[in-house]
């Protein structure tokens, strides 16, 4: 079946490093994706990475795939209060014209 | 800012009423779909339209209704509404491109709000 779970929540402290995983169950999926939204807005791409990959690294984020174990992480370096939002993984199984399935989301807070 | 535009951005309207929601997207994007987020639910995949046609159904009620019209802009009908209507519907469009990436990106939503 098609399920995309994470953890809900995680607090960080401004200037460190947060990481929020993501496991997903189809092993047919080709790309991966990392989407931020903020609170009253839409959502934004981060990020994403095609299956074929381990790691992809953009500016302060690096993304990392075990498809054996079919996990996602996102790294963000250097946390800062405007990454305060919550985080959705999401794949894009083969076969399903495209569509996204997303998980329930990672609220991500950061503290002073 | 996506590039994709949404109309309205709120809706308030009571049950058993009918509502339109209005997308446009990214100019030269030939693909739109369509979602719903809603606490219970999370984020769901509703429909997919691509260049006028109809490609994917995913979770649409009978009650709710879409199409992509010649300019791309595409409508999601919502009627005989429900309390559980309630939601943030989402539009996203993409440029489908062949053995790459069909990277979606997302409007700002319209917050339905059915009393």
């Known amino acids: 079946g098609e399920d995309v779970e994470q953890s809900l929540f995680l607090s960080v402290r401004e200037g460190d490093s947060s990481v929020i995983n993501c496991t997903y169950t189809d092993s047919s999926s080709t790309y991966l994706y990392w989407y931020k939204q903020e609170p009253g807005a839409g959502l934004q791409l981060l990020t994403y990475i095609f299956s074929n990959m381990d790691m992809k690294q953009d500016q302060r984020l690096t993304v990392l795939l075990n498809k054996k174990d079919k996990h996602l992480s996102l790294r963000i370096a250097d946390t800062q209060t405007g990454d305060s939002a919550i985080y959705f993984c999401?794949?894009?199984?083969?076969?399903?014209?495209?569509?996204?399935?997303f998980g329930a989301g990672t609220r991500l807070a950061v503290h002073p | 800012d996506s590039g994709v535009t949404q109309t309205p951005k709120h809706l308030i309207t009571a049950t058993g009423q009918r509502v339109t929601l209005r997308c446009s997207p990214r100019s030269g994007d030939l693909s739109v779909y369509w979602y719903q987020q809603s606490l219970d639910q999370g984020l769901q995949f509703l429909i997919h339209y691509y260049n006028g046609e109809e490609r994917a159904k995913g979770n649409i009620l009978e009650r709710f209704s879409a199409q992509q019209f010649p300019d791309l802009h595409s409508e999601l009908n919502l009627s005989s509404l429900e309390l559980g209507d309630s939601a943030l519907y989402f539009c996203?469009?993409?440029?489908?491109?062949?053995?790459?990436?069909?990277?979606?990106?997302f409007g700002p939503g319209t917050r339905l709000t059915v009393l």
């Open positions: 996203a469009s993409s440029v489908e491109e062949v053995g790459g990436t069909d990277t979606q990106y």
């Open positions: 999401a794949e894009s199984p083969s076969g399903g014209y495209n569509k996204l399935i």
